[in-house]
């Protein structure tokens, strides 16, 4: 780990982590009650201890305002906890958030987390002297175009493996951003990005030997072989006091590497070395540690022609094994439209807002659904008129043309905006882990280890999946924006 300030962040993010987590697994055992209380995991009373002071690189600062937006997510009827965690105008952007929201708490369908998110790190301009001003500013280079796309985590009782995934979240970024993100998910990768778990990511053979010559050579050598095995050093924090670490040999199948535009993987645990559960080294440590990547980059011009209607639901047991070739807008529902609509006209939020009044003829409620001047009816002949490739239902659902016109105008006003190249990237991905029950350590740490192991993994994939483009923006182009949101 890069420093002591990652470690706390970290351990910030997956002591949010852990009140996600309680929402999607509520009945868990929990710890033994006299656990020694250097080895108890953070919790969010911890949040503000862990993330101040912190600095503010962008990598940390992405950490705070999401693990913010995340709080705010669990129990949005309260700004007490998220409000702990920001500061000056970004209290000003939850306030006025949760006011515009406070009459509609049990039918709003808006996107709170991202618009505290994206508000808090690219929109605090607005604020100034503690009053809301009035003005435009440039639109943050990002926009989700999936808000379904979640880290859902799960956990075996009786196996104790961990799991988390995310299927098909979908954002339009500058494509050198999502050729970045590409690029740092490359295995060999894994340690370059700022306040990453991986110490080391090295190409290695079967045995755990390191493969000779220049890095460049050595990357294009182990793409184009056979055999694919890396020899990986991660560590991360238990709690704010207390370091895991595990050294480990890890083999690759199913990969394809399109330098620009397309990556995906699976990975299994080939052998573990050695680990460390903040006590003593231990032979092994992990039992299971295996899941898959895959992304896919289409230009904002192309979208309309490289997408396809699945998947209609998620499939939570398939691994992928086969490159992307069209980006999935079957889960896709009119939210997801309204949602792109008020980055530009904000008078769609209330649409969200309302939860969508319902109407009894659903050409009425979105007229989109049957195409130009429909109804559902066509009077000339007084035949029901069929519909578009419609996906979703009632007041919920939409179309293929609608969600191609949407993004592309959503895409096209960014590029206009940036004045670069916009395009939509897609990324699934998911880990399992099992920890092997110690030999020199308490039991206590295994327990420990288990128990916080989803929060862990949600943490993981939000950090490299969600946050990542976040971090670039603001590493990459964030001085530009703020010029121009200063100027406008």
Same mark, same amino acid.
């Given at each position: ?20 987590? !309680? ?40 950490? #705070? ?11 949005? !009827? ?12 970004? +209290? ?22 991202? #618009? ?6 690219? %929109? ?43 299927? %098909? ?10 050729? =970045? @993100? ?13 306040? !990453? ?32 095995? /890396?020899?990986? %050093? ?15 040999? /890890? ?21 573990? /070395? ?31 022609? +490289? ?5 209609? /639901?998620?499939?939570? =047991? ?12 079957? #889960?896709?529902?009119? +939210?997801?439209?309204? =949602? ?36 559902? @009816? ?34 096209? #006003? ?67 924006? =703020? ?6």
């Amino acid at each position: 780990m890069a420093s002591q300030d990652d470690a706390r962040t970290l351990a910030g993010m997956v002591a949010t982590a852990n009140a996600v987590v !309680a929402k999607q697994i509520p009945l868990r055992n929990p710890l033994p009650a006299d656990l020694p209380r250097p080895l108890r995991p953070s919790t969010t009373a911890d949040l503000p201890r862990l993330f101040r002071g912190n600095g503010d690189s962008p990598n940390q600062s992405v950490a #705070r305002l999401s693990s913010a937006a995340l709080l705010y997510s669990v129990n949005k !009827a309260s700004t007490d906890k998220p409000s702990q965690l920001l500061v000056d105008k970004e +209290r000003l952007v939850l306030d006025d958030l949760h006011t515009a929201r406070r009459d509609h708490l049990k039918d709003d369908r808006s996107c709170p987390h991202c #618009r505290l998110l994206y508000d808090t790190l690219y %929109n605090t301009s607005r604020y100034e002297t503690g009053h809301y001003l009035e003005r435009p500013t440039p639109p943050p280079p990002i926009a989700v175009v999936n808000h379904s796309a979640r880290v859902n985590v799960k956990f075996d009782p009786e196996t104790n493996i961990s799991e988390a995934r995310i299927n %098909n979240y979908q954002l339009i970024v500058p494509t050198f951003v999502a050729r =970045e @993100m590409l690029r740092l998910s490359h295995p060999l990768r894994w340690a370059e990005p700022a306040g !990453a778990l991986f110490l080391q990511s090295d190409a290695v053979n079967a045995k755990g030997e390191r493969l000779p010559g220049h890095a460049d050579k050595v990357r294009d050598a182990w793409t184009k072989g056979e055999q694919k095995y /890396i020899f990986e %050093n991660c560590v991360w924090p238990i709690n704010a006091d207390l370091n895991a670490a595990s050294k480990n040999i /890890i083999a690759f199948q199913n990969f394809f590497n399109d330098d620009d535009d397309s990556l995906s993987y699976t990975y299994r645990l080939q052998r573990s /070395i050695q680990s460390n559960f903040g006590v003593a080294w231990e032979r092994s440590g992990l039992d299971v540690d295996e899941g898959f990547y895959q992304a896919r980059a289409v230009p904002i011009q192309d979208f309309g022609k +490289r997408t396809t209607l699945e998947p209609k /639901i998620d499939d939570d =047991e398939a691994i992928p094994t086969a490159p992307l070739e069209a980006i999935p807008i079957g #889960r896709l529902r009119r +939210r997801d439209v309204l =949602e792109l609509q008020a980055c530009h006209d904000h008078e769609v939020l209330s649409t969200l807002y309302g939860g969508f009044q319902h109407s009894p003829d659903p050409a009425v409620a979105n007229p989109a659904l049957y195409g130009p001047g429909a109804r559902g @009816m066509d009077a000339a002949v007084g035949t029901v008129q069929e519909p578009l490739d419609v996906i979703g239902k009632g007041e919920d659902a939409t179309t293929r043309e609608e969600i191609v016109d949407t993004v592309q105008d959503a895409g096209t #006003r960014l590029a206009s905006a940036w004045n670069m190249d916009f395009c939509v990237v897609n990324i699934s991905a998911s880990k399992r882990l099992h920890f092997t029950i110690p030999e020199n350590s308490p039991i206590e740490l295994w327990h420990l280890l288990t128990l916080t192991a989803p929060a862990f993994l949600f943490a993981f994939l939000n950090s490299a999946i969600c946050l990542a483009p976040h971090v670039l923006i603001k590493t990459l182009i964030n001085p530009l924006h =703020e010029e121009l949101a200063h100027g406008v």
